[in-house]
C-alpha cells in the first residue's frame, strides 16, 4: 500500500502562486509515476499534471501548461505541483494519485490509485 498526503492549498489573490505538495509513505515511491487531478465546485475531477518515475517526464493539462510545475524529490518521497499565475478557474481541491495504467490513458482518472485526502486551493479575483 502508498498513503499520499497532500498539504500546501489555501487562499491565494489571482496572479498569486502556491506549492503544494504529495508525500508518500508505504511501499517504494520512486519508481511510481504519479499525478495531480483537481475537482472545481460542482465539476468533476480533472487531470492537472503528472510526473513520471524516469528521467523524469513531465505532461500537463493544456489550462495549466506554461503556469504549473510538477516534480519530485525521490529522497523525500514527494511530488510538488508549483502553480503561478493562478487564476479563479483554478479554485478546486487537489488531489495526487498513483498512475497504475489502463484506463483511457494518463489524463483518465480510472488510471489512478491511491488518492490522497485533498486540499483546497482557492483563488480570489
Known amino acids: 500500500q502508498v498513503q499520499l498526503v497532500e498539504s500546501g492549498g489555501g487562499l491565494v489573490q489571482a496572479g498569486g502562486s502556491l506549492r503544494l505538495s504529495c508525500a508518500a509513505s508505504g511501499r517504494p515511491f520512486s519508481s511510481r509515476a504519479v499525478g495531480w487531478f483537481r475537482q472545481p465546485p460542482g465539476k468533476e475531477r480533472e487531470f492537472v499534471a503528472l510526473v513520471t518515475s524516469i528521467r523524469p517526464n513531465t505532461y500537463y493539462a493544456d489550462s495549466v501548461k506554461g503556469r504549473f510545475t510538477v516534480s519530485r524529490d525521490n529522497a523525500k518521497a514527494t511530488v510538488y505541483l508549483q502553480m503561478d499565475a493562478l487564476k479563479p478557474e483554478d479554485t478546486a481541491v487537489y488531489y495526487c494519485?498513483?498512475?497504475?495504467?489502463?484506463?483511457?490513458?494518463?489524463?483518465?482518472?480510472?488510471?489512478?490509485?491511491?488518492w490522497g485526502q485533498g486540499t483546497q486551493v482557492t483563488v480570489s479575483s
Open positions: 494519485a498513483i498512475y497504475e495504467g489502463g484506463g483511457s490513458g494518463y489524463t483518465d482518472r480510472a488510471a489512478y490509485d491511491y
